[in-house]
């Protein structure tokens, strides 16, 4: 079947500070992956997104690479804002348009 | 391009009632999917269509939901004899489908909030 598991939060960090938050996925055939921020208040916006193996996507600062080898799509940015507190959610699509997405990790960051 | 409207933004409906939402999605947007979202999970793929076409629908949709989509425009969500489980969030959203038969980006609408008391 297909899922996404993704590193439960909350997630609190300082300004500046390294941000990885983990995604795994199962899937069959060869899924495209993503990654969606909800800032409070807001619906559902793409981040950014990788359609094959080693692509990575980036926006941002954000980045993430696609390993087939590792099944994962973590998520990383070097050096955080305050405006960067939101609700992360991975998520991926099969081959027949579905999409399935984690259960979302809150992230907070403190000045 | 005044992006995913849903409507209403929130229903509150005593158990038993049947209720419906609307979608608009982005005019040239020919793909367009419904989620539930429930407080701290991820949204829940339910349906989705191309142009009229129902394509996909998940097992989590029972017997009591019908999505439509009837001229390939706006599409409705119905519940039928509602529950408190279906209390949730009801996300839709829009994409075109990309030469290739590939899926441009996912554009999501504010939601509609379901309470079913």
């Known amino acids: 079947g297909n899922s996404v598991t993704q590193m439960e939060g909350p997630v609190t960090l300082s300004e500046e500070a390294f941000l990885t938050i983990n995604c795994t996925y199962t899937?069959?055939?060869?899924?495209?992956l993503f990654w969606y921020v909800q800032y409070p208040g807001e619906g559902l916006q793409l981040l950014l997104k990788?359609?094959?193996?080693?692509d990575k996507g980036s926006n941002k600062g954000f980045e993430a690479t696609y390993r087939k080898e590792t099944t994962s799509f973590h998520l990383e940015k070097g050096s955080v804002q305050v405006s960067d507190s939101a609700v992360y959610f991975c998520?991926?699509?099969?081959?027949?348009?579905?999409?399935?997405f984690g259960t979302g990790t809150s992230l907070t960051v403190i000045p | 391009d005044t992006g995913v409207s849903q409507d209403p933004r929130h229903k509150i409906t005593k158990r038993g009632q049947n209720v419906t939402f609307r979608c608009d999605p982005i005019?040239?947007?020919?793909?367009l999917y419904w989620y539930r979202q429930t407080l701290g999970q991820g949204p829940e793929f339910l349906t989705y269509?191309?142009?009229?076409?129902?394509?996909?629908k998940s097992r989590l949709l029972s017997d009591r939901f019908s999505a439509e989509r009837p001229k390939g425009s706006f599409s409705t969500l119905e519940i039928q004899r509602t529950e408190q489980g279906d209390s949730a969030m009801y996300l839709c959203?829009?994409?075109?489908?990309?030469?290739?038969?590939?899926?441009?980006?996912?554009?999501f609408g504010p939601g509609t909030r379901l309470t079913v008391l």
């Open positions: 959203a829009s994409s075109r489908r990309l030469a290739g038969g590939g899926t441009d980006t996912q554009y």
């Open positions: 998520a991926l699509r099969n081959t027949g348009n579905q999409f399935y």
């Open positions: 899937a069959t055939g060869y899924p495209s």
């Open positions: 990788a359609t094959k193996a080693d």
């Open positions: 269509f191309q142009n009229e076409a129902q394509l996909e």
């Open positions: 005019s040239e947007h020919n793909r």
